[in-house]
């Protein structure tokens, strides 16, 4: 079902503009064993910010949560954030995951769009929208850069389907723009250090402060 929506929505997207020179960078953090973060960052200088992600894991997640930023306007009560084509929230075991979410690119003013988003820190205060209330309770209202998309545990091993065609983002054309065309994705992977790598680091930090107390004696 995802996928068809997402398809709609991205045919939506296409006809808006057919190509952009952004380039978002997703990151999956794995620093942590057990436990992950998808964040996003768009360039800078010759786009209006993040408008759309998708972005398809290969490995088997235990949980997900949805973090992306997604709350009703009090002033027009339109949705304002990553509330189109939005990906569930997981709580059991789940094999290869497509964790996703659009801004309105179709409702005009009302749309109530956010800008800059995975290029700056901010906030719906900020951005001058009062939340009415969110329809996901945990997903963020004051936002980091890069923006956390999702966090989430998983077991074995986590990647990016870079295979895959729902591999995709949308960047805002500039800020003030409803057209949001697709832009150039990369992606990256923070990795756990192996406990080998660990362990030699170890090692060498000791025989360095070994070599400082022999030189300083």
Known sequence: ????????????????????????????????????????????????????FSVPLTGNVLTVDNRAPNVINSANFAPAGFGQIRSGDITSATANPTIAGAQDVVNGPAANRVYGIGQ??????????????TPDATSDVAWTNPIVLAVGTYTGTLGFNTQSVDLVGN??????????????????VISVPEPATVTLLGLAIVGGLGVIRRRAA
């Open 1 to 52: 079902m995802l996928r068809k929506v997402f398809f709609a929505a991205s045919a939506v997207l296409a006809m808006a503009s057919v190509g952009s020179a952004a380039t978002i960078t997703y990151t999956l953090d794995l620093s942590t064993p057990g436990t992950f973060q998808l964040k996003a960052a768009t360039s800078n200088g010759d786009n209006g910010g993040l408008a759309l």
């Open 120 to 133: 700056e820190t901010s906030s719906y205060v900020l951005k001058g929208i009062t939340p009415a209330f």
């Open 171 to 188: 960047a805002w054309s500039a800020v003030g723009s409803g057209t949001a065309p697709a832009a150039t994705v990369v992606t990256q």
